[in-house]
């Protein structure tokens, strides 16, 4: 298959390098790393060692391929539909944090918008340089749940280049819990600049999994079946399988960057807003980080 990956990025990089073992990549980055791939070719290290030739732009206008995959930060989702409408895709995907994401690219491209989950750890170390620090999964499916054909073929093109892959019929439960992770783990981990083992236990663990009950709730409100022990499990799950990992969210408050807070936690609380349901704690985290990105200007 044809890929295009929209905001190469640390993910999008790796999911890009993994694929181009198998299939034609095109990489849409920013400079320099763009200009080093196109150049040089695609490192990939970690819990990999490889050199793999990928195409690289800076452009993402008029491009064409079987698949894009948009992996954008939450607030630049728009960009990248606006620029993704000008090509022709068969289909899109999403594997971006936040929720909302998929809906946004509906509203602006034709081809069917898939909604997926990835797990894998990456850091962009250099231009032209990606480093995989854990093995995880790639979970993909119809946005709105149940069988998709896209999903079926494009889910078989990851798992032909080597990437663990689940084709599910179930995403909008997986990406409520997702988002439950990510609401617990990634403004913890970013206000107490700690790695994402320290929410294993202690008053971290506590206001994490929080966190997560408040998001099951609203998920429940939303018409998701998400019990509270099946996301606060999901947060333990993520922090000692990742305990060593430095949250994305941490990685863009000790960069200076503009954190996903609002797709996060923000959410919740909106979402929660309208259900008539208090999410406290998000609450607090989101205003925190929010408070931070006042003062710090990113």
């Known amino acids: 298959m044809n890929f295009v990956v929209f905001g190469a ?14 299939h034609a990549v095109t990489l849409v980055a920013r400079d320099p790393h763009a200009t080093a791939v196109r150049e040089s070719g695609l490192s990939v290290a970690g819990e990999f ?54 809906d946004l690219l509906a509203a602006h491209l034709d081809c069917p ?46 798992s032909a ?16 819990e997702k988002l439950a992770v990510n609401a617990g783990i ?3 981990t970013a206000l107490a600049r700690v790695e994402n083992g320290a929410l294993r236990s202690g008053d971290a663990e506590e206001i994490a999994a929080t966190a997560a009950r408040e998001t099951a709730a609203v998920a429940r409100a939303e018409g998701v079946k998400l019990p509270d022990e ?30 996903e807070i609002d797709a996060i936690n923000g959410y919740v609380v909106a979402r929660g807003e309208k259900r008539d349901i208090d999410t406290p704690v998000n609450r607090t985290l989101a205003g925190l980080v929010k408070a931070w990105e006042q003062e710090n200007g990113p």
Not at 123 to 150: F, K, M, W
Not at 237 to 249: D, K
């Open 9 to 22: 990025g640390s993910l999008g990089t790796l999911v890009g390098g993994l694929l181009a073992r198998e």
């Open 113 to 158: 918008v898939l909604a997926g989950t990835a797990t894998y750890g990456a850091v962009l170390t250099e231009p032209g340089r990606v480093e995989c620090t854990g093995i995880g999964e790639v979970v993909l499916g119809a946005r709105d749940g149940g069988q998709s054909d896209p999903a079926d073929r494009i889910g078989t093109a990851f």
């Open 49 to 102: 060692d490889f050199l793999v030739g990928a195409d690289a732009t800076t452009d993402g206008t008029d491009r064409r391929a079987d698949c894009a995959i948009v992996t954008v930060k939450a607030f630049h989702t728009e960009t990248a539909a606006r620029e993704l409408a000008t090509g022709e895709f068969d289909a899109v995907l999403s594997l971006q944090n936040g929720m909302g994401n998929e």
């Open 186 to 188: 990634n403004p913890t």
């Open 161 to 176: 280049a080597g990437i663990e892959t689940t084709i599910a019929d179930d995403m909008p439960r997986r990406l409520w």
């Open 230 to 259: 099946d996301a606060v499990a999901a947060v333990r799950t993520v922090a000692e399988a990742t305990a060593a990992n430095t949250s994305s969210m941490r990685q863009d408050v000790e960069a200076g960057r503009r954190t």
